[in-house]
């Protein structure tokens, strides 16, 4: 199978969320291999650009594309609905990412021939939430573009610096109880992500400057696959150190939601730090990398394409009629939604401008403290050097009393019956003479 024209839709390119790094990288293995990948987005941004630089073709508005895809791989109920609309007749599958998220929610649509979830927990939403047919159901995980994410040194035997890899990672949720987790032990610690204000655009340039990270899903599989030491964390709990006994159970559901099960404590963080095990960190990166590399997804994908395909070829075409009433079903949702999902996005925008200034203000604060903590050293050391001055202007006021009374017991002496006896002494003649030796 090649040449095929593929849309890919997600809601926005601009955060690097999961989301979009998975649509990036999806489309990036297709062009590889010689397919034509469409990514539809009704918010672009620095990612968008990232993929037309890769030559990978961008759109906002599905009247760009001339050609009809030969399938749509949605993702977001909103924007595949879209596509399904603009493009009748083409056949679909829908990408469920999230437990919770309302745009996870799958459009029911006899044309969207496969449902894929990227873990067990996705796929038993999709069965038990959404009543989507067993038959019609499919898990494609989540994988790590291995040439972008390679393997770090060797772990040292006890961590040096640790890292919080979370888009969710503020004040308000996780960060404060992994910061005193690692306050504890003395160990160092960043964050990057969104809503810390540190947005990292290449997290793979730095994930291996760090020797445990704390994160969950896709952020914990690509610092696994670096070989960092993980402990599965977000604002919802603590899950386990990934291990390499652990490793196929805590992928089934994608290191996410189900394995936090811990609370989201200090105690609870460190007794997993406790497991740090170089080797075994070692031997997870090893077992990431034969299984959740980018090329065994591409081939996934490029399998459920086929089979799709094929399926929707020996079909015959839709009632339009029943068609048009299932995706009339979905604007009715998508309408009974929309003020939620405004607001939500709002609250999101608001949050992470106040994440921002947060950020901005800790900084500041953090230098105040440190131009206080300087002031302090240089007032103390002021302080010493008065005190050392003081001390040498009492030891020379000393020195020149000292120095008058010898002057004064000099004179005295001069003037004595003895010092006089001596300087008549030392100018007779006798005593000028130089001693000879003896002659032999």
Known sequence: ?????????????????GTETYVRDLALGLRRRGHTPIVYSTFPGDLAQELRVATVLVVDDLRDVALPPDLIHGHHHPETVTALLHFPGVPAVFCCHDRMSSRDTPPRCERIRRYVAVDDTCRDRLLYEHGIPDDRLAVLRNAVDLERFR???????????ALVFSHYASEHTHLPAVRQACDRVGLPLDVIGLASGNPCARPEEVLGQYDLVFAKARCALEASAVGTAVVLCDGRGTGPMVTAAEY???????????????????????????RYDPHDAAAVSR?????????HQIDAALA????????????????????RRELAACLRWLTSVK?????????????????????????????????????????????????EYERLRRETEQALVNGVQLQTELAHLKQSRWFRLRERLVRLPLLRRPVRPPAN
């Open 1 to 17: 199978m090649s040449g095929l024209r593929v849309l890919l839709t997600n809601m926005s390119l601009a955060t690097r969320s």
């Open 151 to 161: 393997p770090r040194p060797p772990l040292p035997n006890c961590p040096r610096r």
């Open 248 to 274: 196929d159970d805590l992928c089934r559901y994608n290191l996410g939601l189900r394995t936090l099960t811990g609370p989201l404590c200090p105690d609870a963080l460190l007794r997993e730090m406790a």
């Open 287 to 295: 077992r990431v990398r034969v299984t959740a590399g980018l090329e």
């Open 304 to 323: 459920l394409y086929e089979e799709v395909l094929r399926e929707h070829g020996s079909l015959p075409p839709s009632d339009p009629l029943v068609e």
């Open 339 to 387: 003020e939620l999902w405004a607001f939500q996005e709002r609250a999101h925008e608001a949050e992470t401008a106040r994440a921002a200034m947060r950020a901005e203000r800790d900084h500041w604060q953090a230098l105040c403290a440190r131009t206080i903590a300087e002031r302090e050293d240089v007032r103390a050391r002021w302080v010493e050097l008065r005190a």
